[in-house]
């Protein structure tokens, strides 16, 4: 069984504050996708990175693939309140042709506070 | 964009009930999955299916049960709900590709 340990488990921090989340496994992925899901909502998709070293920018927030494909994080820059949220990523394995299958972490919960 | 669309965002039952949560996807993917999320636990996969008919254990499958008669549709059956089933169920689709669309969830509570 493949595992995904995410930390921290909880951050909480200042508007306008830099922060990292990280996602850690044994394990070599061919894909990690890092999703947020809000309260009461499914989560949406971020990103999907796939290449080892791989750095993907959306606006604030940065995502980075391990050279080794078994870690990643996410870096936001100068949080917002619309950041809070619960950050998940999932790993792929490729199987026959696809990554349909992922795992999951357990998530790292983000509250910025005005 | 892809929308995914479950019956129902909260839902009570009682113990032994038979409970059928649906899901329904507006594109012609062919992976639809069901997951329960609790605090803690994270996403567990209960069920996935890869077409239609065809249907595969996830990690936890145990008193659940499903069907896919249909592409777009996939239904996840409580045969006898029980209070430890209380939980976020999500289900997502994708094509053969790398992103999960998930939907907003159904929140089902067994007193």
């Known amino acids: 069984t493949q595992l995904l340990e995410q930390s921290p488990q909880f951050l909480s921090i200042q508007e306008g504050e830099n922060l990292t989340v990280y996602c850690n496994s044994s394990?070599?992925?061919?894909?990690l996708q890092w999703y947020r899901q809000e309260p009461g909502e499914g989560p949406v998709l971020l990103v999907t990175?796939?290449?080892?070293?791989e750095v993907k920018k959306l606006k604030r927030l940065t995502f980075q693939f391990g050279d080794a494909r078994k870690d990643s994080s996410l870096h936001i820059t100068a949080a917002q309140p619309g950041d809070t949220g619960l950050y998940l990523c999932?790993?792929?394995?490729?199987?026959?042709?696809?990554?349909?299958?992922?795992?999951f972490g357990k998530g790292t919960l983000l509250t910025v506070n005005p | 964009d892809v929308k995914v669309t479950q019956s129902s965002r909260y839902l009570v039952k009682r113990t032994g009930e038979k409970v059928f949560l649906e899901c329904v996807q507006d594109?012609?993917?062919?992976?639809m999955f069901w997951y329960r999320q609790d605090p803690g636990l994270g996403l567990r996969l209960i069920y996935f299916?890869?077409?239609?008919?065809?249907?595969e254990k996830g990690d936890i499958p145990e008193g659940y049960s499903v069907s896919r008669e249909k592409k777009e549709r996939f239904s996840l059956i409580l045969e006898s709900a029980s209070t430890n089933q209380t939980s976020m169920y999500l289900c997502?689709?994708?094509?053969?590709?790398?992103?999960?669309?998930f939907g907003s969830g159904t929140r089902l509570t067994v007193v």
């Open positions: 999932a790993g792929g394995v490729s199987s026959g042709g696809s990554n349909y299958k992922l795992t």
């Open positions: 394990s070599v992925f061919s894909s």
């Open positions: 990175v796939v290449t080892g070293g």
């Open positions: 594109m012609d993917h062919e992976n």
């Open positions: 299916s890869y077409d239609v008919k065809m249907k």
């Open positions: 997502a689709t994708t094509p053969l590709d790398y992103g999960y669309t």
